[in-house]
């Protein structure tokens, strides 16, 4: 009886407004809530979802109400994030954001489609965001292979030239590229980026960072396949590729085997050489020439 006359006072307040002890409140009592009131709190927290999942002791009490939840309760919730104004804002706020990972798991297909409409177009935007990355990672790791997920992993193939040298949109090139078999045409794309900007790349920190877990998840494989191919053709752009460095030309491997964040790269290569099938011998040839 003390339960449900706490829970009467707090949905004919602003949960928010009224005081952080309040969702506390709500924290605790939330697993001796009967259904009947439950439905009256959800509703609440509908009525007033952005403010209090945006909100640093708010959305407390909305991750509270989600553990115990039914399917149909959480999808009112879900529901709202058909405003996409809404959803980019809870993706790209700390206390949203944590909100938006733990409804994650509990989309169902037609929701799925939503999201999936409201995300398309600001993949760009939400990846180099750190909290909006983050999300995007967790979302391409828990839905990879949906049909409608395919369309969110195009936009981000359609912009590597911006993600890749992003500090946050990096990472979530990197996820994609690890996610595995449902991601390796994905994988086959990112490397043939890679080899037409190999040199930009391979320069640049964030870009470096990016092709050290191309050719980490293709020596993992420890297979002779399009792999290993892939590798070999990133391989032998490094060693043909003429730069002008000191009034000498040099090949870009042993200009990256100089860089700060480029040696990586060659040190993974020159450790796992054996993994190479064409261009091991030259590796270890053209490295042995510029040992000085």
Sequence with gaps: KEVEDILDMLVTTDIRETNPLSCKLVQSIISKVSPARLDLLVKHISDQFLSLATHSSGHLAVLAVLDVASQDQRDSLISQLEDKELLLRLVMDKAGSAVMLKILPHFHPTALVSLVRNLQGSVVEIGCHPRGSFFLQKFFR??????????LLEEVMENLGI???NDTGNW???????????????????????EKNLQAVLMNTHGASLVRTVVLSQIMGRQVNCWSQILDRLVMKMMTTMVKQDKQDLPLLIVVAEHHSGHNVVLELAANKECLVDTKDSLVEMLNEHRS
Excluded at 177 to 194: E, T
């Design 142 to 151: 828990d839905y990879i292979g949906n049909d409608m997920v395919d369309l």
């Design 163 to 165: 993600l890749a040298f």
């Design 172 to 194: 979530m090139v990197q996820k994609v590229v690890k996610l595995g078999k449902p991601s390796q045409v994905h994988l086959r794309r990112v490397a043939c980026w890679l």
